[in-house]
């Protein structure tokens, strides 16, 4: 089974801090997202990466920015935070949708992020 | 720009009644759909996918149906359980966009089911 782990499952951090959210999967997807999750709004994409060094804005990247050094680890930095940055934050990889684009995506766990 | 949609938002049954849940979206052209269930405070467990080339999958209690051209899928889950109670959510993966595009999702419902 495809296992997606987050780093943490609750959070909280203050406003202006910088947080590191990390998120690993362990089937070598290339493919990894970052989403956030609020009520009434769903799931929005945050940013997603392709491959190893590669990345790509999804709808609402501001604020966030996201490092994959590594093919099973994607991060997601939030360079100053914020209290509307407060949210569950989910972590999902899939792999390579340019060549297999029927493959399911898998989640991880999720992290309960507080800012106050 | 696809767009996707659950109805009920939300719905409570009593215990051992069969249901269906219903999603809908605009643009017939994915690659597949794919049903989650998300339990509270938790991620997303993976409950079935259909490919475009389907019109269902099974498993176990679960049976999900997929009309490509009318853009709607359907979850049917026989005898509920108060174990099943969970938002359900559904997601399209387009077709014709660049490799990386991601599935869309739906808002979800809700279910209770009542022992």
Redesign the interface.
């Known amino acids: 089974d495809v296992k ?1 782990t ?1 780093s943490s499952r609750y959070l909280v951090k203050r406003t202006g801090e910088k947080v590191f959210l990390e998120c690993v999967q362990d089937m070598d997807h290339e ?1 990894m ?1 970052w989403y956030r999750q609020d009520p009434g709004l ?2 929005r ?1 945050i940013y ?1 990466s ?1 491959d190893v060094k590669m990345k ?1 804005k ?1 709808d609402i990247p501001e604020g966030y920015s996201v490092s994959r050094e590594k093919k099973e680890r994607f991060s997601l930095i939030l360079e100053s935070a914020s209290t509307n940055q407060t949210s ?1 934050y ?1 972590c ?1 990889s899939r792999a ?3 060549f297999t ?2 493959q ?7 992290t ?1 992020l507080s800012i106050l | 720009k696809q767009e996707v949609t659950q109805i009920p938002a939300a719905l409570s049954v009593p215990e051992g009644e069969n249901l269906v849940l219903n999603c809908s979206f605009t643009d017939s052209a994915i ?2 759909l ?1 049903w ?1 269930r998300q339990d509270p ?6 409950l079935l ?1 259909i ?1 475009s080339s389907q019109r269902e999958q099974t498993s176990g209690r679960l049976n999900a149906s997929l009309d490509k051209s009318s853009g709607r899928s359907t979850l049917y889950i026989a005898a509920s359980q108060p174990g099943d109670s969970a938002t359900y ?1 559904c ?1 399209v ?1 387009p ?1 014709g966009h660049n ?5 869309v ?4 419902t809700r279910l209770s089911v009542l022992p």
């Open positions: 997606v987050q493919n997202f769903g799931l994409l997603f392709y790509e999804g569950m989910l999902a390579s949708a340019a684009p029927w399911p995506q898998h989640f991880g766990d999720g309960r | 690659y597949n794919q989650f405070g938790k991620g997303l467990t993976s996918l490919q959510l997601a993966r077709r490799y990386g595009q991601n599935f999702f739906g808002p979800g």
